[in-house]
């Protein structure tokens, strides 16, 4: 089993920053992919960014410039930058990982989902 942290979020201003950090734990040898989608009231869920365990991103557009993804693949952790933060950002924000290979060397075929938090942003 694999289980995903998620911290970081909260009330800020528009254009205010707020950082998102997600730890996965469990039997894990790799993950081969981490990110972050989010959820707005009434509307699905969507890729805000992700990031391989080569190093390569990929951003919403809507946050291309303003959000910086990174992680830290030796402890299996992911960060969220975001800046100029605006209200439209308002969501609750999941941390995914997929492409988990387990310590056994097996992989597990479904992505795994934080519990998610809630980013507000708003004067």
């Known amino acids: 089993q694999v289980q995903l942290v998620e911290s970081g979020g909260g009330l800020v201003q528009p254009g205010g920053s707020l950082r998102l950090s997600c730890a996965a734990s469990?039997?894990?040898?790799?993950?081969?992919?981490m990110g972050w989608y989010r959820q707005a009231p009434g509307k699905q869920r969507e890729l805000v960014a992700t990031?391989?365990?080569?190093?390569?991103?990929n951003y919403a557009d809507s946050v291309k410039g303003r959000f910086t993804i990174a992680r830290d693949n030796a402890k299996n952790t992911v960060n969220l930058q975001m800046n100029s933060l605006k209200p439209e950002n308002t969501a609750v924000y999941y941390c995914?990982?997929?492409?988990?290979?387990?310590?056994?060397?097996?992989?597990?075929?479904?992505?795994?989902w934080g519990q998610g938090t809630q980013v507000t942003v708003s004067s």
């Open positions: 990031i391989t365990n080569g190093g390569s991103t």
């Open positions: 469990g039997s894990i040898f790799s993950i081969y992919a």
């Open positions: 995914n990982a997929d492409g988990v290979l387990g310590a056994d060397m097996v992989a597990y075929v479904e992505p795994y």
